[in-house]
């Protein structure tokens, strides 16, 4: 009966109730949900590292990891990249020369690190292969001498982009509605080239005017890039015997991750090009990068591993990106964090309004405790009052949060147009999957119920320490 | 039977540097199936006294025996206890509570008690039709008239089974239809069922009903006249 009259209490003031529960409902929601995006944002970075930089595992000369040099090498890889694979939870390892060098161009030079890969197999470790952009060329499937495949960022640096709207590049942003009233415009620029993205930018403000040109440059941008296939890319570095080498290479394919900081610094061309110009013999490689059936083995993996490679040095991807692994428990740390003050903010809103409630009904509590209703009994239904009212709002805000972290979940939010250079020039994907873990609701839940007890205490004791004929006496 | 036995009682409320002497000894006793009102003025001290009878508050000097029970020897978590089974509690404001029904209110404190879902059920339809309230056992007290509210609090009272009821001003928010027909149920709840009835009240109608009316004035009793 308690329960009841408590459940019903919490309805006597309908307005009044109905504040605090909104406000617990947007505060809860606000909270999980914007954890779900960054929890989103993460895993998707993460997954993105994984599938194309870090890999699982890589293994290293110990020497290397101290100091990128190409001298720290692993000998005779071909018979531990066997015994690797035979492991069954792995999936591919895929063994590089890696050189820090230069690459140069007529246009430009930039510091590079040149992956000197077995094509085949590193198109089964990273994702790279699939990544290339349209009108980017191919992962090394023509046959020619020396290719290379380069990043997009990269291209831009060495000048081996331009701009040039074509009509296939006008149907194609025809299908974007908010495009549809500048496209006749953009027949004057038809087929015209620019050399930079500055120029093309300068172009699209003189016709259309700075802000117009700031909401659809972008679009515009993604779909005229074209790329300079074929051209020659200069690559000096210093080779194994000391020397400064210089190799010419073709661009083949232009490739692009969504990590701007990536595809800047990584160019891949074929070990067999790359050994020779380095004075390597072959069975000298620098790291093995391996790729397992799921991230759960990769604890496991990395002990065998060491078994087959002893002296070597064998990092599981969160200690080779330890800001990765970082993020995630960080993330549970803020949520954390985040709940609490938000929790706080409306456990004073709710202490605020029991104490009235309370307030209101002093000479009513006088009654109950004259007619015989105990103190614990007063100070449950208080209580009770409370919490039903703090919990009302939260399974509201978790069912709305839950309810949307789905839906998003599914769809994605998509924030391409407004901030896909900021974002992926720190290595994320504009396109956020929001995801929250079952723990985090359980341990919200949690959260949720304290701050009710908590706020309850001190309006159920002032309830209770009512004198009842004093509280009777009072006029209302 | 001797229910209440009251000697020597005296009150003194300390408030701020002022002590104000409610109560300047009293001995009064009831017996079982009595019909009393103790009246006068406002500020005579009939209010203080009704609340050390209903164990609300303490006395400064003297006792106050229930049922053989010295009332003023008892902690109050023992007295919260010793209300709910031997007094009913009859408020000039009604005093139900307002977001349950009739019978629910009724029910409460049998509910309390520990009584089984059965014993509450069968007491609450019998109390609420001796009050002529058996249609409005599902109504909320907004939804009924001050002297419905009164009858029902007349039947909370009693739900307990209770040694004796204490009204405090019952009348005082009623028109006198209202305040004839509750004063005749009480009575014939007195009559009837032998609850001993008492009152504090200047209300005119209620001493005239009264068997016994005891006239109090600045803390003393100053009449104590039974019909």
Redesign the interface.
């Known amino acids: 009966?308690i329960w009841s009259?408590s459940w019903?209490?919490v309805?006597?003031n309908k307005i009044r109730s109905l504040v605090v529960i909104v406000a617990f409902t947007f505060g809860i929601f606000g909270g999980v949900y914007m954890v779900a995006v960054f929890v989103g944002m993460i895993e998707s970075r993460v997954k993105l590292a994984i599938g194309n930089e870090a890999s699982h595992i890589q293994v290293h000369n110990p020497g290397y990891l101290d100091n990128n040099e190409l001298k720290y090498t692993i000998e005779d890889y071909h018979k531990y990249v066997d015994q690797i694979e035979q492991i069954p939870e792995v999936k591919a390892a895929s063994p590089r020369i890696k050189i820090l060098g230069m690459a140069s161009t007529s246009g430009n030079a930039s510091g590079v690190m040149i992956n000197g890969v077995e094509v085949d197999r590193e198109r089964q470790v990273t994702g790279i292969a699939e990544s290339l952009v349209e009108g980017g060329g191919s992962f090394f499937d023509e046959d020619g001498r020396k290719p290379i495949v380069i990043g997009e960022k990269l291209a831009k640096t060495l000048k081996l982009t331009y701009y040039q709207i074509t009509s296939e590049d006008l149907e194609r942003l025809a299908e974007r509605k908010n495009l549809r009233t500048v496209l006749p415009l953009l027949d004057s620029l038809t087929d015209k080239q620019y050399r930079s993205e500055a120029d093309m930018d300068k172009a699209l403000i003189s016709l259309l005017g700075k802000a117009e040109a700031d909401k659809v440059a972008f679009h515009i941008k993604a779909a005229s890039i074209k790329y300079r296939l074929k051209r020659k890319i200069v690559l000096s570095f210093q080779s194994l015997d000391g020397h400064i080498a210089y190799d010419a290479f073709r661009v083949v394919g232009i490739y692009k991750t969504g990590n701007s900081a990536f595809d800047g610094l990584n160019l891949f061309v074929r070990m067999s090009d790359i050994a020779p110009a380095a004075s390597m013999h072959s069975g000298q490689v620098n790291q093995i990068a391996i790729l397992l059936t799921s991230v759960e083995h990769d604890d496991m993996v990395a002990e065998q591993v060491r078994e087959i490679m002893p002296g070597m040095d064998v990092q599981t991807w969160d200690e080779i990106m330890p800001e990765a692994g970082m993020y995630t428990s960080a993330m549970n740390y803020y949520l954390f964090i985040f709940m609490v003050i938000i929790l706080l903010a409306l456990g004073f809103g709710i202490v605020n309004t029991m104490l009235m409630a309370v307030l209101e009904r002093v000479?009513?509590l006088g009654?109950?405790?004259?007619?015989?209703?105990?103190?614990k009994?007063v100070f449950s239904m208080i209580m009770l009052e409370t919490i039903f009212l703090g919990l009302t709002g939260a399974v509201l805000g978790m069912v709305i949060s839950y309810g949307l972290i789905w839906y998003t979940g599914k769809t994605g939010l998509d924030l391409t147009s407004m901030y896909q250079e900021g974002f992926e020039a720190i290595g994320f994907s504009p396109m956020i999957y929001p995801s929250i873990g079952w723990e985090s609701f359980f341990q919200l839940i949690l959260l949720v119920i304290l701050t009710g007890v908590l706020a309850a205490i001190y309006p159920a004791r002032k309830a209770m320490k009512l004198n009842?004929?004093e509280a009777?006496?009072i006029d209302m | 039977m001797k229910v209440i036995d009251i000697t020597n009682l005296e009150k003194i409320y300390n408030e701020s540097e002022i002590k104000v002497h409610a109560i300047r000894g009293i001995d009064l006793s009831f017996e079982e199936g009595e019909f009393a009102a103790i009246v006068g003025p406002s500020g005579s001290g009939k209010t203080t006294l009704l609340n050390m009878l209903g164990g609300l508050d303490n006395p400064t000097t003297g006792n106050i025996t229930i049922g053989g029970v010295d009332i003023s020897s008892l902690k109050s978590s023992e007295l919260i206890n010793f209300r709910l089974t031997n007094i009913g509690f009859v408020f000039q404001a009604y005093n139900l509570i307002p977001v349950l029904t009739a019978k629910e209110n009724v029910e409460f404190v049998m509910h309390l008690q520990g009584k089984s879902k059965a014993e509450r059920d069968t007491r609450t339809k019998e109390l609420l039709e001796s009050v002529g309230l058996g249609d409005r056992l599902d109504s909320r007290p907004s939804k009924l008239s001050g002297g419905q509210q009164q009858r029902v609090a007349v039947a909370r009272a009693l739900a307990s089974k209770p040694k004796f009821v204490l009204a405090d001003e019952p009348t005082a928010n009623l028109d006198t239809e209202a305040t004839e027909n509750l004063l005749d149920i009480m009575e014939k709840l007195n009559r009837e069922e032998n609850i001993t009835f008492i009152f504090a009240t200047h209300d005119a109608r209620v001493m005239k009903k009264a068997r016994r009316v005891i006239t109090i004035e600045d803390g003393k009793v100053l009449s104590d006249v039974v019909k």
Do not use: D, Q, S
């Open positions: 009966m009259i019903k209490n309805w006597r000479k009513e009654m109950l405790m004259a007619i015989g209703m105990n103190k009994r009842p004929a009777l006496r």
